[in-house]
């Protein structure tokens, strides 16, 4: 990008304000370093950071690098092989505890920059461990940084006390006399006491300074030179411990330079984000729409370095025509016009959300390059004509394809008549390159050359004659007046002077000021009817939105109701699944009485009931109805021939029990016809009769006799009665097989059990239970 427009757009000013809002330096100086690119892939990724930092943000405030520091130098000095202070590592260790705080909140972000950020992330538990092991919070090595360091700091109190015992010892009471003062005082790393001079032969020792008088003499006593030696070399050892643990260190900090570098840099970005999205939350900016084509829309756009109320404003260019003149009086906003449009185009490109409302659309330009200010120079010998032209050659040889121009006062400076002609030619150039332009001016033959050219629009800044103030509302469209003579007219100068002042204006400039008038007179009201179709078109977008929303909302309601219907079907058959689950498991121990399969039965056809009604579909013609079989009636069987009366209809009507010949068959009730030749009416009458009883009976007994036996826990002769009973029972009910449960025991109980079902005249065969049907410990009876 162009570095003079960059700074004459005040884009720096953008990037000095989002260099506040960063948290620590590697973020600030990437913050300072940002540029607008050109590239449309790099423009959309740094879009999407700011996009997803600030959904970050509004979801968990607070989410930041808080406690990082800049330990780059740190990173490079131990890599170097140099040895790091104590406050350095603890600028580290702070560091490290950031990024782990930091890489926990990302971990399972859904936004993927953010993941991926967060993988960057390594907060090296092993270093973080060891620095924590190593330093308190203020720098302090502590005890615990090696084996040896706690002992050796031990043996440098100890001989310390030793010491300055020995010395007390010979102040308070040895060397009274001979002292200045009873005191112990420290002179280049040893303990000494202050001796008279006169009495420097009472104290035997060595002589480590003395007084600027001469009268005092600072000397370390023999008797605690061995004792001030021992201390001096526990400190030495120390010393040279806490230099071995600060190479140590130093060492495993440069073993992990790679990681510790990558943390740094993704914790730069993460701040350079947030700091984007935090300056873009308090300029109340969107994120611009990406043009495929070199067209701009910006609706409510509002310049950054504006404080207090701003006036937003519309700029559109590019649909249908590629060149704006703005004109309109001084202080209306002309210029913050071009400043807006331009820096809100490079904030785009440099991934920042626009103050602007949303829908607004900005392309990817190639440069944007903008003449504005006044370039005169005394030192270089330029009038403000000179400066301007100068700037003008070079954006003239570079302008083309997808770049942006901003001229303001285009052609001032000089002769009108030459420099609004210049400006038009100038005007015709940039359209032909195929760049977007934007230029400001006060000529009124380049507010008709906007008018009579295709390719280009007339826009103007408002201005209220009643409070003779700007409203700095742009209506692209209309051209602007300068308003000079009716603000003179407004600020009080004599009437007279100023009806002179317009006659002097020549034929043709009134001529060419009234056709301006009725320009503006038309262009109003073509706005006028443009704004009432964009009205209409909003309020037909507005209604097709909630048309669109309601259909939404049906088709909602529609799959939830799909949905509940179809949860409660699987809740109802789960129900069902347990149901049968639970009478099963009662079969399997065969203790399922007819009655409590009926309520089985009654409950499974209740729950079946409740399902949601499937749609109905056409259904084939029905079958003839089946005929209902009844006990007593004679039948024969298509299949096997077996012919006799029905004595029993079992599983619910599906099978039914003939006697014939003395032997009683299960056949289902399909293959069951009427039997040929039955007896005479009123014998069949009365056998129908007869039957009908048994089999009243015999359902009586189904319903009470269950499936097996009980026989556990009595007596033999109370168990073999009972087993009596209920074998007849059990045959009456047409019952096939039944199961005695009897357990192990002694076995006398079984083997008696067996033999009297062995021997009774309704039982077919006995057998020992099965695997699953109770082992040794029940008897199967065949009835």
């Known amino acids: 990008m162009d570095a003079r427009s960059l700074v004459l757009l005040e884009f720096p000013q953008v990037r000095a304000r989002l260099a506040e809002l960063t948290s620590f330096p590697p973020g600030r100086r990437l913050a300072e370093s940002l540029e607008p690119e050109a590239d449309p892939v790099v423009v959309s990724r740094r879009l999407d950071e700011t996009d997803q930092a600030r959904s970050l943000l509004e979801e968990r405030r607070g989410t930041g690098i808080g406690g990082a520091h800049d330990v780059g130098p740190w990173i490079e000095r131990a890599a170097r092989g140099g040895r790091l202070d104590p406050e350095q590592f603890v600028e580290l260790a702070e560091t490290l505890d950031a990024t782990a705080r930091l890489a926990t909140a990302l971990a399972s972000d859904r936004r993927p920059l953010i993941r991926g950020l967060g993988r960057e992330l390594h907060p090296l538990p092993a270093v973080r461990s060891t620095l924590a092991r190593s330093f308190d919070p ?64 009472r ?284 603000i003179a007219e407004r600020l009080g100068l004599s009437g007279p002077i100023v009806e002179d002042a317009r006659s002097r204006l020549t034929e043709a400039q009134q001529a060419f000021e009234e056709t301006l008038a009725r320009i503006r007179t038309a262009e109003g009201e073509t706005s006028d009817a443009l704004e009432r179709a964009r009205v209409a078109e909003a309020r037909a977008a507005e209604a097709l939105r909630q048309a669109e929303q309601e259909r939404r909302r049906a088709r909602r309601e529609r799959d939830e109701v799909v949905k509940t219907a179809r949860d409660e079907a699987e809740r109802l058959v789960d129900d069902l699944r347990t149901e049968v689950s639970t009478s099963r498991r009662r079969l399997e121990r065969e203790t399922v009485t007819a009655p409590a399969l009926e309520a089985s039965v009654a409950r499974a056809e209740s729950t079946l009931a409740r399902l949601p009604e499937a749609p109905r579909t056409p259904q084939p013609a029905a079958a003839p109805a089946r005929r209902r079989w009844r006990v007593g009636d004679r039948v024969r069987s298509r299949s096997g021939g077996w012919e006799g009366r029905i004595a029993a209809l079992e599983r619910g009507g599906a099978r039914a029990s003939l006697e014939a010949g003395g032997m009683r068959v299960s056949v289902p009730v399909e293959d069951l016809e009427p039997a040929s030749g039955g007896p005479a009416p009123a014998a069949a009458e009365r056998s129908r009769a007869a039957a009908s009883n048994a089999g009243a009976l015999q359902l009586s007994r189904a319903r009470s006799v269950a499936s097996s036996l009980d026989l556990r826990g009595a007596r033999v002769d109370e168990a073999l009665d009972a087993l009596g009973r209920y074998l007849d029972d059990a045959s009456l009910a047409g019952l096939d097989r039944v199961t005695i449960i009897h357990g192990l025991g002694t076995g006398a109980l079984r083997d008696a059990v067996r033999a009297e079902a062995g021997g009774h005249p309704l039982v077919k065969e006995v057998r020992p239970g099965e695997r699953g049907e109770g082992g040794d410990g029940a008897t199967v009876v065949t009835l």
């Not at 002292?179 to 006169?198: D, H, M, S």
């Not at 230099?243 to 330079?257: G, P």
């Not at 390059?369 to 040889?397: M, N, P, W, Y």
């Not at 150039?429 to 400001?440: E, K, Q, S």
């Open 138 to 201: 203020v720098g302090e090595l502590l005890d615990t940084a090696s084996p040896r360091l706690g002992g050796l700091r031990a043996a440098v109190r100890v001989a310390y006390d030793r010491l300055r015992r020995r010395l007390d010892a010979l102040v308070s009471a040895e060397l009274g006399g001979a002292l200045q003062e009873p005191i112990v005082t420290l002179r280049n790393g040893r303990y000494v006491v202050p001796v008279k001079a006169e009495a420097r032969s």
């Open 203 to 486: 104290v035997k020792g060595i002589v480590h300074d003395a007084s600027g008088s001469g009268q005092t003499l600072f000397v370390e006593p023999l008797v605690a030179v061995e004792l001030g030696n021992a201390w001096r070399e526990a400190q030495a050892a120390e010393q040279a411990e806490i230099e071995r643990i600060l190479d140590e260190l130093s060492a495993l900090v440069a073993a992990n330079a790679a990681p510790l570098r990558e943390t740094l840099g993704a914790l730069a970005r993460f701040d350079l984000w947030t700091a984007k999205a935090q300056l873009a939350a308090e300029m109340d900016a969107v994120r611009a729409e990406t043009a495929d084509r070199p067209v701009v829309v910006l609706l409510g756009a509002r310049h950054p370095g504006l404080t207090g109320r701003v006036v937003p404003i519309d700029i559109r260019i590019g649909e249908g025509y590629t060149a704006l003149v703005v004109t309109g009086p001084n202080t209306g906003g002309k210029t913050v016009t071009l400043r807006t449009l331009g820096l809100l185009a490079l904030m785009h490109q440099a991934g920042l959300h626009v103050p602007a409302d949303a829908g607004s659309r900005l392309p990817i330009f190639r440069d944007v390059f903008a003449d504005i200010g006044d370039e005169q120079s005394i030192a270089q010998s330029l009038s403000t004509f000179s400066g301007h032209l100068r700037r003008i050659v070079r954006i003239v040889e570079a302008a083309g394809p997808a770049t942006l121009v901003l001229l303001d006062e285009l052609g001032a400076g000089t002769d009108p008549t030459e420099g609004s002609a210049l400006a038009q030619s100038l005007l015709d150039y940039f359209i032909r390159a195929g760049a977007l332009v934007a230029a400001t001016t006060h000529y009124a033959e380049l507010k008709a050359y906007a008018h009579t050219t295709p390719a280009a629009r007339n826009a103007a800044v408002e201005f209220d004659l009643e409070t003779l103030t700007p409203t700095y509302r742009l209506s692209i469209g209309l051209p602007g007046g300068s308003q000079a003579f009716a």
